[in-house]
């Protein structure tokens, strides 16, 4: 297992608009972050309407992955994960931040290049390392900073991944659960998953 790590970076984002959105997961706001209202690849955040932030909030921070979430790709689980969340947050009237990290932070180009090795034999981390990058190069800052603007001091967060509890727990939120998320492997991304489990170190 690698060894966990938190990477802070600036998050000077603020508030640049707020629409209502109906979906078939439930009825929500979205709430678009950006340093900018020039930004292209600013966070989303999709809130129930009927959150109540007087108790703990349920919270899933999940990271872009363009072929899992929007064209259904079998090589990982995150589209499967982004349903099961949204489902969960319908359900718990909680929210789901929605950050612009492609390919655990290396950017949809490279991401195709790690595919690429790994259908010639290397796994997600080593493809990664090949390319000169870190096994994980995403970060939760911006997610904790948002957390807070949203006046969000107590949360459950839907996760299977450490480093996400870890940076909840090294901020000023309290963390007071955690929801699995169980989502059945595909032959596909069976491998896929086995090294997240074992060299990740995520909790499936």
């Known amino acids: ?29 979205i709430i678009i972050y950006a340093d900018s209202p020039d930004d292209h690849m600013p966070t989303l955040v999709f809130r129930h309407r009927d959150i109540d932030l007087s108790k703990p909030v349920t919270v899933r921070i ?4 363009l072929t899992g979430d929007i064209f259904g790709s079998k090589r ?6 982004l349903n099961e969340s949204l489902r969960i947050i319908n359900e ?12 655990r932070g290396i950017g949809i180009i490279n991401k195709m290049k790690a595919y690429n090795l790994q259908d010639n034999g290397l796994d997600t981390v080593d493809a990664n390392i090949h390319l000169g990058f870190q096994p994980d190069e995403r970060h939760y800052e911006l997610a904790v900073t948002i957390l807070k603007t949203m006046g969000i001091d107590s949360i459950n967060i839907i996760t299977n991944n450490p480093e996400k509890i870890e940076a909840i727990e090294h901020s000023d939120i309290k963390l ?11 032959s596909e991304n069976k491998d896929y998953l086995e090294v997240k489990k074992d060299k990740m170190g995520h909790l499936m």
Do not use: W
Not at 76 to 81: E, S, Y
Not at 176 to 186: A, Y
């Open 1 to 29: 297992m690698l060894p966990l790590r938190i990477i802070y970076l600036n998050s000077d984002v603020e508030k640049q608009v707020e629409a209502h959105i109906p979906t078939k997961n439930g009825d929500f706001d």
């Open 92 to 103: 718990q009237k909680g929210i789901l931040i929605y950050l612009r990290q492609e390919g």
């Open 176 to 186: 007071v659960s955690r929801i699995p998320l169980i989502i059945p492997p595909e």
């Open 76 to 81: 990982c689980d995150c589209g499967a994960q």
């Open 62 to 65: 999940h990271s872009e992955c």
